[in-house]
């Protein structure tokens, strides 16, 4: 049993990482173009374009959100994303009260440690990031066993 449950953790992590890109690039949308409820306390439902830090944010949301969805640069785009979700926490949320559940900085909180966590694991299954990798190992064994021409 237990060794059928490692052979799935690439799978089960790459439906997580589709589940959490898709989730961080709705709030994004939202907040961007007021799709799916728009952003919360805005006129209209959007952000007005180059306000900080919210614009950035959501422009942040919406980018690594489709990146880390598809399994692109997932760490790299994760470390970004992490960092996002830290200031959103230290700078908006928490000067509110200490805990997340008193200050509403739940999502943040949990988008941040996620993040963190994709940085160390990778895309896992199902990403484009796995493809690449497949492919530069392809072109490295075939190099490795094309003699060198003298």
């Known amino acids: 049993m237990s060794q059928r449950l490692d052979t799935s953790a690439p ?57 880390v969805m598809v399994g692109l640069g997932t760490r790299v785009t994760a470390v970004v994303a992490s960092g996002s979700m830290a200031y959103a926490y230290f700078k908006v949320h928490q000067p509110d009260a200490l805990w997340p559940m008193e200050n509403g900085g739940e999502a943040s909180a949990m988008f941040c440690w996620t993040f963190l966590l994709l940085v160390f694991t990778g895309s896992g299954a199902l990403g484009v990031d796995r493809v690449f990798a497949r492919r530069a190992a392809t072109q490295e064994n075939r190099a490795g066993k094309t003699p060198i021409a003298a």
Do not use: D, E, K
């Not at 439906?15 to 949308?29: D, E, N, P, T």
């Not at 805005?42 to 489709?66: D, E, F, H, K, R």
């Open 11 to 67: 799978y089960a992590l790459g439906l997580y990482r589709i589940v959490v890109g898709l989730l961080f690039a709705c709030h994004g949308a939202a907040s961007l173009f007021g799709v799916l409820g728009g952003a919360a306390g805005t006129n209209g439902g959007t952000l007005q374009a180059g306000t900080w830090p919210g614009w950035y944010a959501a422009v942040i949301q919406l980018v690594c959100g489709v990146l």
